[in-house]
């Protein structure tokens, strides 16, 4: 069952950092995020929990939750989901409240500057509601302060006016379900960590759960998909299902101006080629990192040096290019900073600096 409704809420001014998250991850896949990327990705959306490939244990803790509070006649506990972008926190968020036949409210973090933008929020929730915070992490503190009585008593204090006018008014909520999604879960503060019922992480997707998304999303395309394209897709798409359905959406291009009724392999490694992806899923700001951490001489580099070098936000190399880059282990990370590997170096074609081989024979 599809949510009744969802509405976007908070103000459009500072939701520049999950705008640019998703831009990127669209662009890995291509030179540039296109505008209806957004479209396209909310058509491949999962309808259910059936629908939502993997996660098996995320899902099912999930659906218990659910429930069981449907049961008692309640709305679940807060739900929180960690994990690097495009791994479906946002799809799980509108299945949650589809799943609860309630009415999905979204914003961001970053998008409540103010308290009264949440107290905004807060009062048009109706009871069972589903309010989604994305990227939690970024909310401002004097913000996420407001969500801690919302989350435990429904209610909320605004303080109108200052100094010696300064009177607060209590307000009554509706019990609402908040989903967070966080890509940093280690920097939400211990009392709001604790403030959610049900937590839940989600990690980077094998290979066959890949594969049976781009199955289904060419399936939803229209356009049919052989088996080793599938496979070829899936494997370099960093673990991730948003990167395998650009890939896709690329692919599909290139079979349509071909003339071909399907994806072939051959079409599929053409497209990821024209792509500048490479065998182990690395695309050019990889490289670009790899080739920067190279150059260092094995002398570990820190984060501002390495955005700097390559002209990209903290933030997105941490969240977006380094965890695949140690997963691969490309890279290590260290306390004075990060460093490339032997198989790092081997990875763009380099003679490894001495430390790099020896991170690697101590490892
Ligand atoms: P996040 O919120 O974690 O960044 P999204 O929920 O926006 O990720 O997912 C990105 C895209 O990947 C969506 O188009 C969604 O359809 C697809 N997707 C993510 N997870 C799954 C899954 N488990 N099964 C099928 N499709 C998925």
């Known amino acids: ?19 640019r998250l998703q831009e990127v991850l669209a662009g890995l896949a291509a030179s540039r995020a296109e505008p209806r990327e957004v479209e396209f990705e909310n058509s491949l959306r999962p309808r259910s929990f059936e629908e939502f ?15 069981a509070a449907a049961a008692r006649g309640e709305s679940p506990d807060h739900v929180l989901l960690s994990g690097p ?3 479906g926190k946002t799809s799980l968020a509108r299945l949650i409240a589809s799943e609860c036949g309630s009415t999905l409210h979204s914003t961001t973090g970053p998008a ?22 994305d990227e939690i992490h970024r909310t401002p503190v004097t913000v996420e302060e407001y969500l801690y009585s919302a989350m435990e008593d429904f209610s909320v204090e605004l303080t109108l006016d200052q100094g010696p006018d300064a009177r607060v008014l209590p307000l ?6 908040l989903v967070g999604a966080t890509t940093r879960e280690g920097l939400l503060s211990a009392p709001f960590r604790g403030r959610f019922g049900v937590l839940e ?13 781009v199955v289904r999303s060419a399936r939803l395309l229209g356009m049919p998909i052989e088996a080793g394209a599938a496979q070829a897709l899936a494997a370099r798409s960093r673990g991730t299902p948003r990167v395998v359905n650009r890939f896709l959406r690329r692919a599909r291009d290139l079979a349509q101006v071909s003339g071909e ?10 497209a990821l080629r024209r792509m500048g992806v490479d065998e182990h ?52 990370r260290t306390s004075r900073g990060r460093v490339i590997t032997r198989s790092g170096c081997a990875a763009i074609g380099v003679e490894p600096p001495g430390a790099a081989a020896r991170a690697d024979l101590s490892a």
Do not use: W
């Open 53 to 67: 490939v993997g996660q098996r244990q995320a899902v099912e803790n999930l659906r218990v939750a659910i429930r």
């Open 261 to 270: 009724a399907k994806v072939s392999s051959a079409t599929a490694l053409e």
């Open 85 to 87: 972008p495009g791994l």
């Open 1 to 19: 069952m599809e949510s009744n409704a969802e509405e976007q809420t908070g103000s459009a001014a500072s939701v520049f950092h999950t705008e």
């Open 201 to 213: 992480r989600l990690a980077p997707y094998p290979d066959e759960d890949l594969i049976a998304i």
């Open 112 to 133: 409540l500057e103010r308290a009264r933008d949440l107290v905004g929020i807060l009062t048009k929730l109706k009871r069972g509601d589903v309010l989604f915070i």
């Open 281 to 332: 899923g690395l695309e050019e700001l990889d490289r670009r990192i790899l080739h920067c951490l190279a150059r260092s001489a094995a002398r570990p580099i820190g984060l501002k040096t390495i955005a700097a070098a390559v002209g990209e936000a903290e933030d997105t190399i941490e969240d977006v290019f380094e965890p695949h880059l140690l997963r691969c282990g490309f890279i290590e």
């Open 172 to 177: 009554k909520l509706e019990r609402f379900v």
